[in-house]
């Protein structure tokens, strides 16, 4: 969804007919000419209703940005705190070594796609000068800004380009953290100096939690009145869907596997994470989800083959969300037992595939996150498909 209209224009008449508040306030402000410290500075903010990942505090020419979860088994310790100071005000006491960012952001690397559509939704791609690399994009308004030669590429994880960020000059690197230094991105930018977040959204447990940190990234542009429509607006789209499939009794509720036999054992999401979640919404029973191993477990679970089997063999449907395949043979070649599970012989195997950019760049990883109400509408369509008779897939796509 992008930006608003009247939204738009709202902005462009207060810009004009009251300087102080655009120069102060407005997202498209750049720098507070006459600091006084009594004005507040922010008056649209943002408050996390479902999001736990991450807190927003506001001051009057500050905000605190803190980051709690950024990564599978992290702690108190590894919680991350970010100053965002308005362009032109002081920098508050108190906060020895807390990152400073002046906002609003002008110039941004932008280290995962489903940070994308949160620019595009708020209107602000015009301020993306990079990403880690652009052979994945969904984005239409990004895939036009790379094609037309205006995005740096620096690269991925530790492997990042340090040289070439800092050349852009950019004022904010938003990236992901798995936990492990030698595999992340931040820790060497950090080390050169550079202006970069860590954004945690991959570790909500719930669909709406996910798209709320529309909210994170709007708090660097003071893009807040923006990015609270655009989440009000997905949260009261997808709490409607659930709500078609809350009645349907747990007897008339089809079984759902998940994923695929990697390496030596089956990754099955737990009882408390996102897809287990998004499942329980849509109205179905994921397969192995509700055992004593994973019940409590936010993360995976590994089985091993033969577990996965003897609980999911008969299962209505198989989600296995794999890579590079065209139909149901291909996918069988991947593994030969897998003939042995119902869903190939019913049809009912669907991969996530639908939209993927030529290079295989899965848009329910990107635009998916922003609007889980188009993959819950998917999965009710296919799991009830009287409920939303009128429904076109869009994320999913049936194997023959």
């Not at 609003?104 to 690399?133: C, E, F, K, W």
Request: net charge negative; hydrophobic share 45%; proline share 6%.
């Amino acid at each position: 969804m992008k930006v608003r209209v009247s939204l738009l224009v709202c902005c462009v008449l207060l810009f004009l007919l009251s300087p102080i508040a655009a120069q102060d306030s407005s997202p498209s402000a750049v720098c507070v000419t006459d600091y006084d410290p009594s004005v507040d500075y922010f008056p649209d903010k943002s408050s996390v209703e479902t999001a736990t990942g991450f807190s927003i505090e506001y001051f009057n020419h500050y905000k605190v940005l803190s980051v709690n979860t950024p990564w599978p088994g992290s702690t108190e310790a590894d919680a991350f705190r970010y100053l965002l100071v308005q362009c032109g005000t002081p920098t508050p006491e108190g906060f020895d070594g807390v990152p400073v960012i002046t906002i609003p952001t002008q110039r941004m690397i932008a280290m995962s796609t489903s940070y994308l559509p949160h620019l595009a939704q708020l209107g602000l791609v015009d301020r993306l000068i990079g990403v880690d690399s652009a052979f994945y994009i969904n984005t239409p308004e990004v895939i036009a800004k790379a094609e037309a030669g205006e995005l740096l590429e620096v690269g991925f994880g530790s492997g990042v380009n340090v040289e070439q960020v800092l050349d852009s000059e950019s004022d904010l690197v938003m990236t992901y953290g798995s936990g492990t230094p030698e595999f992340d991105a931040h820790p060497v930018l950090i080390a050169a100096g550079v202006p970069v977040v860590v954004n945690g959204e991959w570790m909500e447990t719930t669909p709406v939690g996910r798209t709320e940190w529309i909210k994170f990234t709007a708090a660097f542009f003071n893009a807040e009145a923006a990015a609270n429509q655009v989440f009000a607006d997905e949260a009261a789209r997808y709490a409607e869907l659930s709500g078609l499939a809350a009645g349907i009794p747990a007897n008339e509720q089809p079984t759902v596997l998940w994923g695929l036999y990697y390496g030596d054992s089956w990754a099955i999401p737990g009882g408390q994470s996102f897809v287990a979640a998004i499942m329980q919404d849509a109205g179905a029973r994921l397969i192995l989800s509700d055992s004593a191993e994973a019940a409590e477990v936010s993360g995976s679970v590994l089985f091993d083959f033969e577990a996965v089997l003897d609980a999911g063999q008969a299962a209505d449907f198989w989600l296995p969300g794999a890579f590079g395949v065209t139909d149901l043979a291909s996918f069988i070649a991947q593994d030969e037992r897998y003939a042995e599970f119902a869903a190939t012989e019913s049809g009912g195997v669907w991969n996530n595939d639908a939209r993927v950019n030529p290079n295989g760049g899965n848009d329910i990883y990107e635009n998916g996150v922003t609007n889980p109400s188009g993959v819950l509408s998917d999965l009710i369509h296919l799991f009830h498909p009287d409920l939303l008779p009128d429904h076109e897939m869009i994320y999913l796509r049936q194997l023959q």
